[in-house]
């Protein structure tokens, strides 16, 4: 099936969302829409999945113009969408799921759902899906739960399938697997549209990429195209993807974490045994898939987390059983993992969220009394150091976007004398401007002699900024490798594989050359 | 990377299908919102060299799917100072009409009202507004009378009425901003108004320093019953709501049980009434003694001055609004959550306390069990309709005092009753709670969407121009 979409406008109002957008999907080929958060990318598919009306412009389907009422619309026509956030019930079967919206029914309206675990067998067959149809959704792990989403658009006859941002969940392997199966449906005529920001994988599958930046679409690439031409036709202005990073030099161990295990409230180990250090001047990288005991290994050191044993010591200071506010006084800078939760107060200025911990120390505070004038001199020097974007310091912070919001957390944390500086998922939702901007922060506190320690999922993240990675693996550690070590090695040891053996591993295929 | 930030969203995108549709769609259209709000909030400037973009758009209109019990509260709580006053209108006029509609006169006059339609009219409208302007006349100014004092008699009446509301309201108002939803204020003015009580007829001290110990009494008291609420939070992880309903239950039979011992009860009495206070331990009057007036209303003037400063210029109220707005990021930021939550319930009783004093030692000037009337219930009203803030709690108090004063008025005037006072002020916090309907009554715009927009061009245009001048 061919889908081309001709001069596509999508207005708010006054905002222009889409402007004039001309895509042509060919049969068999997977076409990336690269482009930044908020580049009208989801406004696009929308658009063409039958949620919105486009202000102006056509769709065409097999070269005949058509109109989407809705998304049943866009379904009978051949085109099915991935959410980049699952659409499930999760205490459903897969198979219900799947039937779920065109349900096939006995008489007097019982549910029959032979026919679609057969269809679901079938599908799963024929791409290598390994779907079982009567495992219960929330059991699944989050690669396959992303399969049964593709099996319900593939069962629905959709000939073009949009996946919008479908890496984001997955582990590095998964990603992989994901991309072999859109080679397969490639392979089996049906065309891909694959919406992300993420160069590599853009790069790896794509026959055609199509760049969008500002509702328009500024260039059309070619998958051997480099990265960072890419990133440039992204950003709109060149962009250096690589860190420039001097080798760190690591000073004294002041940071020491021994033998740190943290329970959850049902009992299990969600952290368990850790032991490593962290040196002045030096980043430690805690890599990992999302929900392995990072966020707990953060939080423990914060004080945020009960049922701690172990040790925890910076410069010689015991810092488990004590309280939050004691070990951010002793000088511990914390970028929590998701900003808006535990990061900003949203509601609160910018110029209160720059405070946000040392609302009650001087010149904040005298006494139990604030001082309205301090908070704002200090709200306006750290928005101007850091460039961050808002209409003025007494905007709400919840009104900023995503990179500036994370500026604002940053210039709080780094507007006091660190002793460590830990910080969770520093670019998650940041703009690619931003991001170039956040990572030399952190490499500039690294070289101020500060020791760091940045938890990511993202192995790009991982690899720019470490000296030395730890993989976390179900709230073990798998091992701590130099920074320079290869993706492979680090896919492993995400996977549960001791740093040794995953090492080792790549000896044998290298000669033993790492 | 997922972009599930949860920022506001201006309701200015519009989905083709509006009833809800199938969970699909609605979050399909969420993220769709999120990526064009995101567009506009995150201008795309090249590299820096452009001045910062404009484009805010109100926080009040977060409208994402996880929109939780606490920040419905928060907006309910918080809501636009217009909405507030246009659901005051709609409610004096939907007031009006049921006033005509009980009317005798009325009743009378449509029985033939195909005929002559102008007497129905004529009789509504008289009904509805002789009741007003006797409401009006009961809790301002008595236009008729004939000296100066008799005059604004009525202002002072209301005054005094709208003291407890005050205090008790921005108890209230405080503990909202804290993020609790403090039920208690009944039970806490009650206790309050017992330890005040108590001071105020069993020690017998000098002028003054006796008023001061009643006074402290009354707050140390209303404060104990408060911050036994937080604590309990804290501890047990109890809901205040649970804990204050069930805390206004204890106080009212305490009381009542209390009236009954011989510490309590005045000497030679069967009915459950307190001895008198003592001559110097009552506010002293205000305006002399043609008026009810004392001088608790001052002390409710200095609360809502110190609440103003606690919440706005303080470190314990910077705490409070942190642990109200966002408990996570405030326990990040090394607040201590569970302190927050005792210290608010403990202050919020104080204040409600300070309604007790009033009661005991201004107007009432003996303790029964009926002593803090219904005032601790609408002090829950006042503080809704003052948007939490401790002026609007303040101006919101003088409403309801007005009236309750001018209710009276009505009552013995017109004939109307009094329970339509009651209905009004239903009708208010009914509207307050549902600003959909006010903005679809009065076509005011959705929160943000429109004023966004219009930032959101604007900026749009300066940073294309600026980026094309860079």
Redesign the interface.
Known sequence: MKLELIGITKR????V?NDSIDLVVEPGQVHSLLG????????LM?VL?G???PTDGQILVNDSPVTF???GDAMAAGIG?V???F?LVPVFTGAENVAL?NEATRTAGMLNLRETRARIREISDQYGFDVDPDAVVEDLPVGVQQRVEIIKALVRDAEVLIL??PT??LTPKETDELLGIMGQLKADGKSIVFIS??LREVKAVSDVITVV???KVVGTADPTASTTELASLM???SVSLTLDKQPAAPGETTFRVRNLTVHAANGQRVVDDLSFDVARGEILAVAGVQGNGQTELTEAI?G?QDHVSGSVTLGGDELVGR???Q???AGVG?V?ED??????????TVA?NLV??R??TAPF?KG???S?TAVDRNAGEK?AEY?????SAS??A????????QKVVMAREFSRPLELFIASQPT??V?V?SIE?LHRRIVAERDGGTPVIIVST?LDEVLELADRIAVLYRGRLMGIVPGTVSRDVLGLMMAGMPADEALAQFDDVRGGNL | ????????VPD??????DGG?????R???A??RQ??????????????EIP????????AS?TTDEASEASLL?RVMTGNALVAFLSVVLSLIIGGLLIALTDPEVARTSSYFLGRPQDLLGAAWSAASGAYIALFQGSIINFEADSFSRMIYPLTQTLTVATPLICAGLGVALAFRAGLFNIGAQGQILIGATFAAWVGFTLHLPVGLHLLLVILAGVVGGALWGGLVGLLKARTGAHEVILTIMFNYIATNLVLYLLTTPGFQRPGSTNPISPQLDSTAVYPLLLGSQFRLHWGFVVAVVATVFVWWLLN????G??L??VG??P?????????VNRGYMVAMAVAGGLAGLAGVAQVAGTERVLTSGVAASFGFDAITVALLGRSSPWGTFAAGLLFGAFRAGGVTMQASTGTSIDIVLVVQSLIVLFIAAPPLIRALFRLPAPG??RS??R??ST?RTSASTGAAA
Not at chain 1, 12 to 15: I, K, P, R, T, V
Not at chain 1, 340 to 347: A, I
Not at chain 2, 21 to 25: F, L, Q, Y
Not at chain 2, 37 to 44: D, L, S, T
Request: charged fraction near 25%.
């Open positions: 708010f109002g006054s905002l969302a930044e958060n908020g580049a009208g990318k989801s406004t929308n999945y949620l919105y009306d009422k809705g998304p969408m959410h980049q956030h659409m919206g919008d941002e984001a969940v920001h993420k930046r500002r509702g950003v709109g202005r914060m945020l309280s939050v506010k070990i951010i006084r914390f929590p900003r808006s939760v535990e990061g900003l107060v949203g509601t609160f209160e946000l911990n609302y009650d505070a139990l009394s604030m309205p928005i460039d961050v974007r808002t209409q905007a709400a919840g009104t900023l976007s995503g990179g500036n919001q998650r939702g703009d401007g901007f993202e | 990377m997922s972009p599930q930030e949860d920022r506001p200015n995108a519009e989905p083709k299908d549709g199938s969970p699909t769609r979050q399909a259209r993220t769709a990526d064009e709000v995101r567009q506009e909030n995150e201008v795309e400037t090249a590299g820096g910062p973009p404009a484009a805010p758009v109100s926080a977060r928060e210029r303080s470190t314990v910077f705490e609004r942190a707005a966002n996570s990021a405030a326990r990040t930021a090394g607040i201590n969407a429109p927009q219009r959101g061009r749009n």
